[in-house]
């Protein structure tokens, strides 16, 4: 293959996406390669931007609770709580002690759930079929737990405004500590696995290595930033629901490749399960929720907790009505995705899936539409039949 | 007559390629097990293939159509050619003269030069990366892997197989007295084969399906049949040479499926080499270790 980089058209570009083997959803990826080592890449995403934010303007608070629950997959539980905290912050209320109980306990299923899959996920990415097969197994039996408590096993719908609608009750909680000394056994396996096989520290150890100073400056979350050392975990540092009751303690690496992402996020799953035990012993009596008003006072608010992948972040404003005015939703995704684009450079291309990975991407979570009204030539806001009609025109 | 029974019915033809289908069956099967998955069921291979010879063949754009049809039966051909020189599932070989070992390996060699060629045939940038690295991991295991079906070629004092084979037959396995040979031609069988964790050249999670990305149809099937048939005449090549020679078909069957559930225990367990790793694996140790044993065998015929 000829690739001398002066002239334009000798250079070799490899496309990943949007549809490909290593992704999951639609993104699109160019590396420009030499041989086998990666000298740029660009992306572009946006395939599967679905109009949610938009989509809430049309509904009322609590129709807009399930439309955003669906913004992603595999963390869906962490999206209504950090609506449900936000619009109950307008409201000028709070859920009660057990209801906060029950959403951090489902949180933490989801967090295993969630970190389980991606260790399949990432496992698979670097040819390793067996890890895959085991996690996934493994999982099931949080899927199962969460099914148990909630009737879903993925949009599991446990919140609601003002509170829970799901209880605990005695039996529940026994097959949860069964579920989890299962669980536990077998992430310490894991552990092993991803701290010792040799062959597959060959992958991991070393690659895509990205420094605390470089975290910081792209402003990467979550735990591809801890595992650079990167102190920043929203349960710690800015404590919800009742995580200021139950404290997290920050599992942090400082190696920042791929090694001490696999180790951050498996350690995590040991602290999720102590977390999950320590909330099942010391379960607050008392009711699932308060009484919510269906107008919401006016007033903006930020609501911000720890999703699976980092820092989720949601902007509610209320103009009183019992609709939204606005909803604007960041997920972890969004900032960690530039982390790719850079440390790509100067790898292998059998390295860029599991970097890629690495970071934990959810595509569909977070691509987001921008459009410019310029208010003094009259232009307005669009309709959602607008949006909806531009959505098939750009894919055309 | 016979000669042609000997190439369409036994052992070349139909029966070598149903051996195959089996041999990929239990190998396939194996590793599900191993990963806790149910597996293919014991027809799928064959389905697959039919399937496969039914649906139409796509041509695309840029591609030397010549080429892009001969190429999967030349390799397949030459796969099953290598079959008439090997004693298959413990018979005696058909064909046999002095030499022919070197014509076997270099037979089994034309599948992989087949494949990267058709890679390198089509203007896909998987295709190509893959028909590279296809081509690449050639370099690297084929010069071990010939060096490790020469270790017992030095010691029989000839060339021949089935001299070879009846050299080991009538000694202790060779496996006790060259171990690393043995090895490095049980995994340089599995880089020929590009089973993981020497699956870099069609790697599914960076080139799609590497150099065959482009095919569909009848040049697809015939490629996997192709490598169906490679692994029954590679198996069988290691257990005639360094698991006690030709002995009764049964044994031998037993023996080849031995090394067959080795083969998928290793690629259960290991994760996939990148083609920089695969490539300093065999020339680091693979390539030097059997030269070592090479050189000591050497010295040893020379003071006997």
């Given at each position: 293959m000829p690739t001398t980089p002066t002239q334009e058209n000798d250079v070799f570009r490899i496309p990943i996406g949007p549809q490909h083997p290593a992704l999951k959803e639609p993104g699109h990826f160019e590396f420009t390669v030499d041989g086998e080592v990666v000298t740029a890449a660009t992306l572009r995403l946006g395939?599967?931007?679905?109009g949610i934010e938009k989509g809430t303007e049309g509904r009322n608070w609590i129709q807009s609770l399930y439309l955003l629950e669906?913004?992603?997959?595999?963390?869906?539980h962490v999206h209504a709580t950090a609506y449900c905290l936000g619009v109950e912050k307008l409201a000028g209320v709070e859920a009660p002690p057990r209801a906060q109980a029950i959403r951090v306990l489902v949180a933490e299923l989801e967090r295993i759930h969630s970190h389980m899959l991606w260790l399949g996920v990432a496992a698979h990415e670097a040819g390793f079929d067996m890890l895959f097969m085991y996690s996934w197994r493994d999982r099931e039996t949080v899927m199962n737990l969460l099914e148990g408590i909630t009737g879903n096993r993925v949009n599991y719908s446990a919140n609601q405004l003002g509170g829970v609608k799901c209880d605990i009750d005695g039996e529940q909680a026994d097959d949860i500590r069964v579920g989890l000394d299962f669980l536990e056994g077998r992430i310490k396996h894991y552990l092993d696995v991803v701290s010792q096989d040799t062959m597959f520290l060959r992958r991991t150890?070393?690659?895509g290595v990205m420094t605390r100073e470089d975290c910081e400056r792209m402003g990467i979350v979550g735990p591809t930033a801890r595992a650079s050392g990167v102190e920043l975990d929203l349960r710690v540092h800015a404590p919800y629901a009742a995580y200021p009751e139950h404290p997290v303690n920050l599992v942090t690496a400082t190696a920042g490749d791929l090694e001490a992402r696999f180790i951050v996020r498996v350690n995590e799953l040991f602290e999720s399960i102590r977390l999950i035990r320590e909330i099942l012993d010391d379960l607050p009596e008392g009711d699932l929720s308060v009484r919510v008003p269906r107008r919401i006072p006016a007033g903006e608010t930020i609501s911000r907790v720890e999703a699976p992948r980092g820092e989720l972040f949601y902007y509610i404003k209320s103009n009183r009505s019992d609709m939204a005015d606005r909803v604007k939703v960041r997920t972890p995704t969004l900032p960690n995705m530039a982390s790719v684009l850079e440390i790509a450079v100067g790898h292998q291309l059998a390295d860029i899936p599991m970097i890629l990975t690495g970071i934990d991407p959810c595509f569909s979570c977070n691509d987001r539409m921008v459009a410019i009204n310029d208010p003094s030539r009259g232009e307005q806001a669009w309709t959602w039949e607008q949006l909806r009609q531009y959505g098939i025109e750009y894919y055309r | 007559m016979s000669a042609i029974a000997a190439l369409l019915i036994f052992p070349g033809g139909v029966f070598l390629l149903l051996v195959g289908m089996i041999y990929e069956w239990i190998d396939r099967k194996l590793v599900a097990r191993f990963q806790n998955r149910m597996g293919p069921r014991w027809f799928q291979p064959l389905a697959d293939t039919i399937k496969l010879l039914a649906k139409e063949e796509v041509v695309p754009d840029g591609v030397d159509a010549r080429l892009f049809f001969t190429l999967p039966v030349i390799a397949l051909a030459g796969a099953m050619t290598a079959a008439l020189y090997v004693p298959l599932v413990g018979f005696e070989a058909s064909y046999s003269f002095s030499g022919d070992l070197i014509v076997t390996v270099y037979m089994l060699s034309l599948l992989t030069l087949g494949t990267g060629l058709a890679g390198a045939n089509t203007l896909n940038r998987f295709s190509l990366i893959g028909a590279t690295r296809t081509l690449t991991q050639l370099f690297s295991y084929e010069a071990p892997f010939l060096l490790a079906l020469l270790g017992p070629a030095i010691v029989a004092d000839s060339w021949q197989i089935g001299e070879i084979t009846d050299y080991a037959g009538d000694h202790v396995w060779l496996l006790v007295t060259q171990p690393i040979g043995f090895l490095v031609a049980l995994i340089g069988l599995m880089g020929k084969l590009e089973l993981p964790p020497f699956d870099a050249p069609e790697a599914e999670t960076e080139i799609v399906a590497g150099a065959l990305t482009e095919y569909s149809g009848r040049g697809l099937a015939l490629f996997h049949l192709g490598k169906g048939v490679e692994l029954v005449i590679g198996l069988t090549l290691v257990a005639a040479f360094y698991l006690g020679g030709v002995t009764h078909p049964l044994i031998f069957v037993a023996k080849t499926l031995a090394l067959l559930s080795i083969l998928a225990g290793l690629q259960a367990l290991m994760t996939r080499l990148r083609i920089d790793q695969t490539v300093g694996l065999w020339w680091r140790y693979g390539a030097l270790l059997v030269l070592a044993q090479f050189l000591a065998l050497i010295v040893w015929e020379g003071v006997m």
């Open positions: 395939y599967v931007h679905r669906r913004v992603c997959g595999i963390c869906s150890r070393g690659i | -």
